[in-house]
């Protein structure tokens, strides 16, 4: 990651090495291969847009979108539709019946995006952060590949 990128994970995450978590941090029965960190940039090649996915997760063949994080001045101009798009077609080259993300309650943008794109709410429920505060998420699963 670049120097950039690095400050960007921190200042969202509120830790010094945000950076390397959100690069090898999976859950406990994933295999670490199974993560992919996309980075996304502008035409001056900095870093605009992140996306973490674990493949074979939480189910095998199913994949987990842990984080779509899109620079507030690149959003509303397509870049998450185009970045949701490379996913599932990566997806779908490995022949995944699935994908899962699960969204922040409090956030209606985010919960309008996957709505918007075929993801259906599966359940709510409740996650703690690395930093002990606790958000409400809504999972959603997008069936159609």
């Known amino acids: 990651m670049t120097g950039h990128s690095i400050k960007w994970c921190q200042l969202f995450s509120g830790r010094h090495n945000a950076a390397q978590y959100l690069l090898q941090n999976v859950p406990p029965s994933t ?67 699935a994908l899962w993300v699960a969204p922040l309650e409090q956030n209606p943008n985010a919960q309008r995006f996957w709505e918007r794109h075929g993801f259906v709410e599966q359940r709510t429920t409740h996650t703690t952060t690395r930093s002990g505060r606790t958000n409400t998420v809504v999972v959603r699963k997008k069936m159609t590949l």
């Not at 001045?73 to 080259?93: C, E, H, P, W």
């Open 31 to 97: 295999a670490k291969e199974d993560k992919i960190v996309l980075g996304f940039h502008d035409e001056t090649g900095l870093l605009v847009a992140i996306c973490d996915l674990l493949r074979n997760y939480p189910s095998t063949g199913e994949w987990w979108i842990g984080l779509l994080m899109i620079d507030p001045k690149y959003r509303s101009a397509g870049l998450g539709t185009q970045i949701l798009q490379d996913v599932v077609n990566m997806a779908r080259a490995e022949e995944a019946t």
